[in-house]
């Protein structure tokens, strides 16, 4: 009977242990990997197609990546301002506007705009071209990449 009070006794330890020294599964959280414009002024002009050359944000080692986008007119309109994206798998060859993201703008009020794509095999993406429709310039700009670390390793 002692033997099996021991053992309980043991077991019950090893559990409490568990709890403290092992840590707990957390949920993995997107990490800021790349700012691709960060703010500043009159960013782009009004009804134009610009080619950028903004940083190409390296995925390999991620399976999603979310972009952000905030930014607002010196005056009104209310186009879609579009963000077109060059993907790539060794940084020097790109697929030209494989993604699109679309904002409405919203005058000199400040719109955000986020989302993710799962990457797959996709080693790098990088922006290529905004389209700003409006009649006003394209002010305070900001496009950042968030990514999350694989799941499986």
Not at 133 to 149: E, F, G
């Amino acid at each position: 009977m002692k033997r099996i009070l021991r053992l309980i006794t043991g077991l019950q330890f090893l559990c409490l242990l568990t709890l403290f020294v092992i840590p707990a599964a957390e949920a993995q959280q997107y990490d800021i990997l790349s700012t691709l414009y960060a703010g500043g002024t009159n960013n782009l002009a009004a009804a134009t197609t610009n080619s950028t050359a903004a940083k190409v944000i390296g995925l390999a080692k991620y399976d999603q990546v979310a972009i952000d986008i905030k930014f607002k007119l010196v005056g009104s309109g209310t186009s879609d301002v579009v963000f077109k994206l060059d993907e790539g798998l060794d940084n020097s060859n790109w697929v030209a506007n494989k993604r699109t993201i679309a904002v409405t703008a919203n005058g000199t009020g400040t719109v955000y705009f986020c989302t993710n794509y799962t990457v797959d095999t996709t080693g790098y993406l990088r922006l290529n071209v905004v389209e700003n429709p409006n009649a006003s310039a394209i002010t305070n700009l900001q496009i950042r990449a968030y990514v999350k670390p694989r799941r499986n390793g």
